[in-house]
């Protein structure tokens, strides 16, 4: 073992930093990154990384908004069912025709369809069901005013106007806006880069059949998961035995904006994490004030924001929430924020905790509120799926009686809805 104080490997923590403190140096310096054009195709979810300006009018021309017939509208005037009026068929306008030779007027309609463009001297269409054609003609018996039916010109979009702000998550419909105003590609936020490193002689690949004391891995699925849903790009997951110099040559080889590395990160003999990051970078926190989750790391490699998780799920995935997913999400451009919805619901039971100590309770929500699932267990992965959500406890608290109103982070939005 070494003499370095700072080792705490089969010593214990001596003290541990705050959430809170912990949550600033995970951020501190970090920013979104450079903007690239992605197409649009695979451009939902991501981040916009500049104001977006029409340069064109949507629609760029006056068209029909029913199928029906175009007409100079104070030629209807007047007419009824019982005394139509009377106008000569001159042609028909189809979605991307040229009408230019085309028109209506005091005594013509042409025959129009839903989306085509209207032709010269027609200002309102007609809806079919309120005419009838009969030979050359078409009797109208209903009138309309000036621009009835009718969709003017830039109504939807005008050129010169900024149509979606930096910062906004593209949602399916924005695409479909975008494509309308002749973008083919969205300048986004690019996607930061996460290496995710599970370390561990006992672990072997989902889908394996562990033998004797071997587990497998569930951290790196569940990882990749968060960090695509976060907006990262999960640019390599690798799972190594407990060998220092498999994790050094990990930890620094280049290509990742963040790595997240669950395992190896305690007081364990053979949890090397910690001191390899301090020999070949800088670590910042190790040990914080929570629960579970106390031996998280947070340190820097050259240019990399490193993530030191517990390698027992539950731990891995609460550590995950507070310290790495603000991080990448704030280098994707995205809030800081959880992005999990929250509702106050009342406690069924009592929830107790211990001041200076931020707890993670995950709990279940029924027709009599919130009850608590587990508050120990770090290895119990089960508890997160049994569970509708989860209360964070402040380390100024002691817990909440029963009855107490408490805020509670849902997984599922589907799952706040039906609480």
Not at 24 to 34: I, Q, T, Y
Not at 203 to 208: D, F, K, M, S, T
Not at 212 to 217: A, E, K, L, N, T
Request: aromatic fraction near 4%; proline fraction near 8%.
């Amino acid at each position: 073992m070494t003499s370095d104080p700072r080792d705490v490997r089969m010593r214990g923590f001596r003290e541990r930093v705050s959430v809170a403190r912990a949550l600033e140096v995970a951020l501190d310096g970090l920013s979104p990154r450079h903007a690239e054009d992605v197409p649009l195709e695979r451009a939902a979810g991501r981040v916009l990384a500049r104001d977006v300006v029409s340069q064109v009018d949507v629609p760029s021309f006056d068209r029909s908004a029913m199928d029906g017939y175009a007409v100079d509208a104070s030629a209807t005037f007047g007419a009824t069912p019982y005394d139509p009026v009377k106008l000569g068929l001159n042609g028909e306008s189809m979605p991307g025709c040229d009408v230019s030779r085309v028109e209506a007027g005091p005594l013509r309609a042409v025959r129009i369809m839903t989306g085509a463009p209207m032709p010269r001297l027609a200002d309102a269409v007609v809806p079919a069901e309120q005419a009838r054609e009969s030979g050359n003609d078409v009797f109208i018996d209903t009138p309309v005013t000036p621009w009835k039916n009718v969709g003017r010109r830039g109504e939807d979009v005008r050129a010169g106007i900024a149509v979606m702000n930096a910062g906004r998550r593209l949602r399916p419909q924005d695409l479909g806006l975008l494509a309308s105003i002749g973008f083919g590609v969205a300048p986004v936020v690019a996607s930061p880069r996460v290496r995710i490193l599970v370390s561990g002689n006992e672990l072997v690949a989902p889908g394996e059949r562990p033998q004797g004391s071997q587990i497998v891995d569930s951290n790196t699925p569940m990882l990749r998961a968060l960090v695509e849903c976060d907006g990262g790009t999960v640019e390599a997951a690798l799972r190594l035995r407990d060998d220092a110099d498999a994790i050094r040559d990990a930890i620094t080889a280049p290509g990742a904006d963040v790595i997240v590395a669950a395992g190896g990160t305690s007081v364990g003999r053979e949890d090397h994490l910690p001191n390899l990051v301090r020999e070949v970078g800088r670590l910042d926190v190790h040990g914080v004030a929570m629960r579970p989750s106390s031996p998280t790391g947070i340190g820097t490699v050259g240019r990399t924001r490193i993530f030191l998780l517990p390698g027992n799920p539950v731990s891995c995935l609460a550590a995950y929430d507070f310290f790495a997913g603000p991080a990448i999400r704030r280098l994707a451009g995205m809030p800081v924020a959880w992005p999990y919805p929250s509702r106050r619901v009342r406690l069924a039971g009592p929830l107790s905790s211990q001041i200076g100590r931020t707890d993670y309770c995950r709990v279940t929500v029924g027709p009599g509120g919130a009850s608590p699932l587990a508050v120990a267990g770090a290895s119990v992965l089960s508890s997160t799926t049994r569970a509708a959500g989860f209360v964070v406890v402040p380390a100024g608290s002691e817990g909440y009686a029963a009855g107490t109103e408490v805020e509670v982070f849902f997984y599922d939005p589907l799952a706040e809805r039906d609480a």
